[in-house]
């Protein structure tokens, strides 16, 4: 079965400070895989996306991703995190048959 | 153009009462998803749905049922509630398993 594991729960950060955000997926076949972000009291938004091509993919607001596939992996980078990004990341991943898991999520805090 | 819609945003069951959620999209996509969310425990998938007619079981799918008359619409149904079923529940629909899901605004659901 498909599952999404992100390494950490909680991260604290000061503004300027840079990010990386664990994804790990367990899937036995083609994958995409996807980023969201959910700001307080609204709905998840797509960061970014990947399904073949160039591993390192960009999203918005300076966020980008690196699919390594002997690892599994699909980690979430930022150089400089400003307080606005302060929110709940989610790692997902859908198969062929349709279905989209995500990933309990990790909630960041950037302090101004 | 509305996206993704779903109605009530609020409810308050008693155990052993019955609901149904609504998610209508206007966006003619395909895939159609419910998901409840969690403190902890990110977003779950429920049942999903690949096109009109059809319906799949996701990770968590018991005491929920079903149904996609209308490629626009999405039923959730809850026969019998109970107070483990208090969660916040979002639909999600995307054309394909490689584009963007996007979500509805949610509903918090309350059982007491």
């Known amino acids: 079965a498909q599952s999404v594991s992100q390494h950490n729960h909680h991260v604290i950060l000061s503004e300027a400070a840079s990010l990386e955000l664990g994804c790990n997926y367990s899937?036995?076949?083609?994958?995409?895989l996807f980023w969201y972000v959910q700001y307080p009291g609204q709905h998840l938004q797509l960061l970014l996306k990947?399904?073949?091509?160039?591993?390192l993919v960009k999203g918005i607001k300076g966020f980008e991703a690196e699919f390594i596939k002997s690892k599994f992996s699909f980690n979430l980078r930022k150089p400089s995190v400003q307080w606005s990004d302060t929110a709940e990341y989610f790692c997902?991943?859908?198969?062929?048959?349709?279905?989209?898991?995500f990933g309990k999520g990790t909630k960041l805090s950037v302090k101004p | 153009n509305a996206g993704v819609t779903q109605t009530p945003k609020f409810r308050v069951l008693k155990t052993g009462q019955s609901m149904t959620l609504l998610c209508a999209q206007d966006?003619?996509?395909?895939?159609m998803y419910w998901y409840r969310q969690d403190p902890g425990m990110g977003l779950r998938l429920i049942h999903y749905?690949?096109?009109?007619?059809?319906?799949a079981k996701g990770e968590v799918p018991d005491g929920y049922n079903v149904s996609r008359l209308k490629k626009q619409n999405f039923l959730l149904g809850l026969e019998s509630a109970a107070p483990s079923q208090t969660s916040v529940y979002f639909c999600a629909s995307s054309f394909t398993p490689r584009t963007e899901a996007f979500f509805g605004q949610g509903t918090r659901l309350t059982v007491v």
């Open positions: 997902a991943v859908s198969g062929s048959q349709g279905n989209l898991i």
């Open positions: 749905s690949v096109g009109e007619g059809t319906t």
């Open positions: 899937y036995g076949g083609t994958v995409n």
């Open positions: 990947y399904f073949s091509g160039d591993p």
């Open positions: 966006m003619n996509h395909e895939y």
